[in-house]
């Protein structure tokens, strides 16, 4: 563990994603813009037709919805057993992010849902688990804003975190648990053609390196309002 | 490329157009609050800075 203190402290934190970012952020342009490009060149589905389209930005925001949470479930754990300087930082700089690419996943999902179902939405279990998943981010925030105690705030928010955790492996699994409208896996089966596959797989990287990229610049903000409020008590 | 989404495009280019709004939203909203707390911060240590 201790090359992780080592590079987690706020300093060594500022020095390494100031290296990382560039690289982060150009990564997710470039993936942003070839994934579009391939997205819309792909022939329509012979069964969903041109709704095809939808799964290069449903799919990519559902993963980084779930990547988000698993984050703040890892730096949850190391604030409550580690007490890591920096975890409870960003868990709570991950959490609006994941709350976003939630609710982009229920809204492109809905918008899917009505040509292909017939309605925007059913109470099954993959679209309630991932629905429970955005009331999660919004009990975790709400839990940071309503306790002044910084200290008690993380920790509370900590423990609620990872008892949401649980609610990962249900939105995974849902669909081989319980008989669901939503289709079931298809990437890791190898049910998707390839010709969906790659603008697939090239989409939800530039996600995941869109959300690191907000992530590392969130982390960094919070690092200096920090900085900001530690000054203004030292006072003149 | 195939912008012709028909029939579907009353579902597909909306679903776009929100991902978009928001992602390009989510990124101003963190450079700016980026921005804010460096410029409150070097306001901050400047009088810190010129003192003897």
Known sequence: MNWLFRYANPHEFMRLSGMVLPFAAIGAALCLAVGLYLSFSVPPDYQQGTTVTLLFIHVPADVVAEIAYGAIAVCSLLSLVWRHPLSDTAARAAAPLGALFTALGLITGALWGKPMWGTYWVWDARLTSFLLLLFLYFGYMALWNAIEDETRAARAAAILALVGVVNIPIIKFSVDWWSTLHQGESIVSGKIAPIYLWPLLIMMLAYVLLFLTLWMVRIRTAILERRARNLMQAGP | ?52
């Open chain 2, 1 to 52: 490329m195939n912008f012709d989404m028909s029939p579907y495009g009353a579902y597909i280019w909306p679903a776009y157009a929100i991902s978009a709004l928001a992602l390009i939203g989510a990124t101003a909203w963190t450079l700016a609050a980026w921005r804010r707390a460096k410029a409150r911060l070097e306001a901050l240590e400047k009088p810190a800075r010129g003192k003897p």
